[in-house]
């Protein structure tokens, strides 16, 4: 094993961990005023708790902001260094959950989540069918419910599910791991729905 071949994939982790991490709702509402969001709602740094903020236009930014990090992170390695895209898609999830900067204590994945695949679609290596799925299981399912974390995790789940479906294997595997790690993020909202009181959206707090 050369040094090349480790600095590509290093390259590639690191890369995706950084853009990852960057908290997108933090900085969103901080710089526009609107408060410190781990302070608000149920703290968490994703768009649904910016929501709470009342300012529909920054949930809607930080959502958008989340999910093209994701992109980006496995476009840029792909392009640095081919072959590690599926590397720097790991991390980038990763570095979204679990951010340094925040003492690791970061977003639950979805939006990001939806973006690595969005980014394997743009590649070409997966059919554009299974970042529709997604959108489809999380907008439909949020609509229908207005469970944010429901439509969430189902739409986490489909994903490894499409890719399957698809026959790209090899992408399932990678993905049903990811999802797991969303399910994982939203244990105390799993617990919450067998309970019946996890709120839904547009009420006090929605984890």
């Not at 739409?155 to 990811?178: E, H, V």
């Amino acid at each position: 094993m050369t040094i090349d071949s480790i600095a590509g994939p290093l390259l590639a982790l690191v890369l995706g961990y950084l853009l990852g991490s960057i908290p997108f709702g933090i900085l969103l509402t901080r710089f526009t005023g609107a408060g410190d969001l781990r302070k608000i709602g149920s703290g968490n740094i994703g768009a649904t708790n910016v929501l709470r903020t009342g300012r529909k236009g920054l949930a809607a930014a930080t959502l958008l902001l989340d999910l093209l990090k994701g992109t980006a992170a496995v476009l840029l390695a792909e392009h640095f260094v081919p072959g590690t895209a599926q590397l720097a898609a790991i991390a980038a999830l990763l570095g979204h959950m679990f951010p340094i900067w925040l003492r690791f204590a970061g977003g639950k994945g979805v939006a990001t989540f939806m973006g690595l695949v969005l980014g394997f679609a743009i590649l070409g290596d997966l059919h554009w069918a299974a970042p529709a799925a997604y959108a489809v299981v999380w907008i439909g399912l949020l609509a229908a419910t207005r469970y944010s974390s429901l439509a969430g995790m189902s739409a986490g789940l489909s994903a490894p599910i499409a890719a399957a479906i698809l026959g790209r294997y090899d992408l399932a595997l990678m993905f049903l791991g990811l999802a797991l790690l969303v399910l994982w993020k939203h244990r105390d909202n799993v617990r919450r729905l067998l309970a019946g009181t996890e709120p839904r959206v547009g009420t006090a707090r929605n984890g």
